[in-house]
């Protein structure tokens, strides 16, 4: 059932949204202010930016699935935001790997792409992401038309990117990325033909047993 509504339920949802995306952010900047964040601040915040993109992209691909699964159209209008928090957060993870473990140097920056796997992977999300953030606002919605549609789809090949990239980075307890793997493997399927025309079969079905009884 929809909300009554909708514009205060999209407006609370809204703020919920950037309470939650800005609070990883608020948490480290508190905790490398504060000396909380343990011995090797660095690694933590490289860690905790990396795994928030990871969570907000994955939240950004489920908003359209569970808009059609409840039939509510204005959750579409979180999709946006979130996937920027998600790009944000991406790009803070890359700045901090630059300055404090590049220290700034572009060579061994390149160098680090090409022989290390996971990073090779992590920078191709990154560069996935990029074109999508760029291309989010209503002026390119209409300049690309159709095409829009097919270049933000790039979302799901990003997010495979950055699972990857997780699950190679951690090496030993790979429950969360798995976990994330897991959740990304879901909604892959939903975007599968058959599974969304089985959805569609459903719902016809469904108005056709309410026309019946009614």
């Given at each position: 059932?929809?909300?009554?509504?909708?514009k205060r339920a999209v407006l609370a949802l809204k703020v919920l949204l950037w309470v939650g995306a800005l609070a990883p952010g608020a948490w480290l900047v508190y905790g490398l202010l504060t000396g909380g964040l343990g011995v090797n601040p660095i690694e933590k915040l490289t860690r905790w930016t990396?795994?928030?993109?990871?969570?907000?992209?994955?939240?950004?691909?489920?908003?359209?699935?569970?808009?059609?699964?409840?039939?509510?159209?204005?959750?579409?209008?979180?999709?946006?935001?979130?996937?920027?928090?998600?790009?944000?957060?991406?790009?803070?993870?890359?700045?901090?790997?630059?300055?404090?473990?590049?220290?700034?140097?572009?060579?061994?920056?390149?160098?680090?792409?090409?022989?290390?796997?996971?990073?090779?992977?992590?920078?191709?999300?990154?560069?996935?992401?990029?074109?999508?953030?760029?291309?989010?606002?209503?002026?390119?919605?209409?300049?690309?038309?159709?095409?829009?549609?097919?270049?933000?789809?790039?979302?799901?090949?990003?997010?495979?990117?950055?699972?990857?990239?997780?699950?190679?980075?951690?090496?030993?307890?790979?429950?969360?990325?798995?976990?994330?793997?897991?959740?990304?493997?879901?909604?892959?399927?939903?975007?599968?033909?058959?599974?969304?025309?089985?959805?569609?079969?459903?719902?016809?079905?469904?108005?056709?047993?309410?026309?019946?009884?009614?």
């Amino acid at each position: 059932m929809s909300p009554s509504n909708p514009k205060r339920a999209v407006l609370a949802l809204k703020v919920l949204l950037w309470v939650g995306a800005l609070a990883p952010g608020a948490w480290l900047v508190y905790g490398l202010l504060t000396g909380g964040l343990g011995v090797n601040p660095i690694e933590k915040l490289t860690r905790w930016t990396g795994m928030t993109a990871i969570v907000l992209l994955l939240l950004t691909l489920a908003i359209s699935p569970a808009r059609r699964l409840t039939g509510w159209n204005p959750l579409i209008r979180l999709r946006r935001p979130t996937g920027l928090f998600s790009f944000f957060y991406a790009s803070v993870h890359f700045c901090i790997w630059f300055v404090f473990d590049m220290v700034f140097n572009v060579g061994w920056m390149l160098e680090d792409i090409a022989e290390r796997k996971f990073i090779t992977v992590g920078m191709a999300a990154l560069i996935v992401l990029l074109p999508l953030a760029v291309t989010s606002t209503r002026g390119w919605i209409r300049r690309l038309g159709k095409r829009w549609a097919l270049l933000h789809r790039g979302a799901y090949l990003a997010a495979v990117l950055a699972v990857v990239h997780y699950f190679w980075l951690v090496k030993a307890d790979t429950r969360l990325p798995l976990a994330f793997a897991a959740v990304l493997a879901l909604l892959l399927l939903f975007r599968l033909p058959w599974f969304a025309g089985a959805r569609k079969r459903r719902a016809r079905g469904s108005e056709g047993d309410a026309t019946a009884t009614a």
